[in-house]
């Protein structure tokens, strides 16, 4: 059993192709359905539908763990306590009431997406060769759907313009493009400090993602003298050590 689990998660079989699809699709239907249902009310609908993810994820988490070869080191990185936070918040309220702070912390399960992007990269040859301009457009997204959450949490409760996630990304959205229409502001010191800490330091790291999702893409050419790896697509040189580079193209570059 533990052999033909790990097949499909490693093997290159099209059963064990097909599996892996099958998770990547059902992370981004999770990850949708976290953002959709963090703007809706909670419904009996919505709990069922919690409940169903939370054993999928568990069944999933149990198997990764079962195949894992280095037990203690899966349980320490960061993405598996993020797993562990998102079952949690989806069966906590069978035991507690559904507080609104368990929804958000769902987004947590955006990190996900670096696995996600993994499993693109091996399925899909134009996801690797694009995955420069993807990996920073994901590092955007879970920028954003997190400082979205935690105006969220922080501000819906005591803020009568912050009503549901969508006010509260729209809020840090023109906060971070220093747009700032001023219809939605911070009245309360906490809600004060917390767009002060958004202004310094969200918008610089903002503008940085955003550069490096338009900036020219890099190949990954290795110069045999110093070993830089990222080169210009039309480098002739290496740009840290001078060596002639010969990188292999598949047509002429425009």
Known sequence: ???KIRALYFGDSKEAHR??????????????????????????VVRVIDYVIAVVLLAE???RLMVTKSKLRFLFKFDTFADIVVIFSLLAP????????????????LLRSF????????????FKANEQIIQSSLNL????????????????????DINNYLDALYFTVATLTTTGFGDITMEDTLGRMVAVVIMVFGVALFLRL?????????VEYPCEDCGLKRHD?????????GNLLNIPTDGEWT
């Open 1 to 3: 059993m533990k052999e």
């Open 19 to 44: 599996f892996r699809l099958a998770l990547l699709a059902f992370d981004l239907v999770t990850i949708a359905f976290f953002i959709i249902s963090s703007m809706m009310d909670t419904g009996i």
């Open 61 to 63: 988490f149990q198997a």
């Open 94 to 109: 069978i035991f507690l009431d559904n507080l609104g702070f368990l929804r958000v912390v769902r987004m947590l399960r």
């Open 115 to 126: 696995h996600m992007l993994k499993a693109l990269r091996q399925e899909f040859p134009w």
């Open 141 to 160: 997204l879970i920028f954003i759907f997190v400082v979205t959450a935690v105006v969220y949490v922080l501000e819906a409760p005591r803020n009568d």
């Open 210 to 218: 955003v550069q490096t999702i338009f900036r020219p893409t890099k």
């Open 233 to 241: 697509p039309d480098a002739v040189h290496c740009k840290h050590c």
